[in-house]
């Protein structure tokens, strides 16, 4: 079956603008999480959905950062006026458990976004 | 901010050799999981092993828990150019079970 797929898998945004990344978690996958992975850094926490709900947007940097995952299934991460510093792999990983944490998280392959 | 570390940061040897790389971290964990990342590709789950194990392998993978230590090390052995890669330890704490809390990364090189 298909794994998580994210896309565009790259990204260059001029500073200023606003850019929308897609994650198509595995089909049944109740729990979505999204990542931010700096170069030469491991992946931090951004955010947490069971189903449609967002229960943890505690990592999210700041209020240009937005995500929605309004059926239950595919999401979005949005951000709003990018800037230098929000460079960075962001990683999308669905687990089929309600986010007990007993599940091993499925990753996708990432987007590699620049902002220049 | 990620707790914890990986070390070493960096490790390079010959194939056919054995690499071990350590992970550390500060709070209790419900469990921990080893993840491989190639260059520019996603995260790889290898082993996941839970507070109460303290040993787990998968094939030419051994992980190790000792949660008295609060760290954990991964065994490859009879290393190929194909492990070439990072490796993550990631753990999720045991007072919030869902959020995995990544290391910093060993990044492994293995000369043919």
């Known amino acids: 079956g298909a794994g998580v797929s994210q896309s565009p898998r790259y990204k260059v945004a001029k500073r200023g603008q606003d850019v929308a990344l897609r994650c198509d978690p595995i089909?049944?996958?109740?729990?979505l999480f999204w990542y931010q992975q700096a170069l030469g850094q491991g992946p931090e926490f951004l955010t947490y959905?069971?189903?449609?709900?967002?229960?943890?947007k505690s990592g999210l940097p700041s209020d240009r950062f937005f995500a929605e995952r309004p059926e239950g299934s595919v999401s979005t991460l949005k951000i709003q006026r990018t800037q230098q510093e929000d460079s960075a792999v962001y990683l999308c990983?669905?687990?089929?458990?309600?986010?007990?944490?007993?599940?091993?998280?499925?990753f996708g392959p990432g987007t590699r976004l620049t902002v220049l | 901010s990620q707790q914890g570390e990986e070390d070493p940061q960096a490790l390079s040897i010959q194939e056919g050799e054995n690499a071990t790389m350590n992970c550390s971290y500060k709070t209790s964990i419900n469990n921990l999981q080893w993840y491989r990342q190639n260059s520019g590709r996603g995260l790889v789950h290898l082993i996941l092993i839970r507070s109460n194990e303290r040993e787990k392998h998968s094939g030419r993978l051994r992980v190790t828990l000792d949660t008295s230590k609060k760290s954990s090390s991964l065994l490859i052995t009879a290393s190929r150019a194909a492990d070439t890669a990072s490796y993550f330890c990631a753990r999720t704490r045991a007072s919030g079970t869902y959020k995995y809390i990544f290391g910093t990364g060993t990044r492994l090189k293995v000369l043919a």
């Open positions: 089909s049944g996958h109740v729990s």
């Open positions: 959905f069971q189903n449609e709900a967002q229960l943890d």
């Open positions: 990983a669905s687990s089929h458990n309600r986010g007990k944490g007993r599940n091993e998280q499925f």
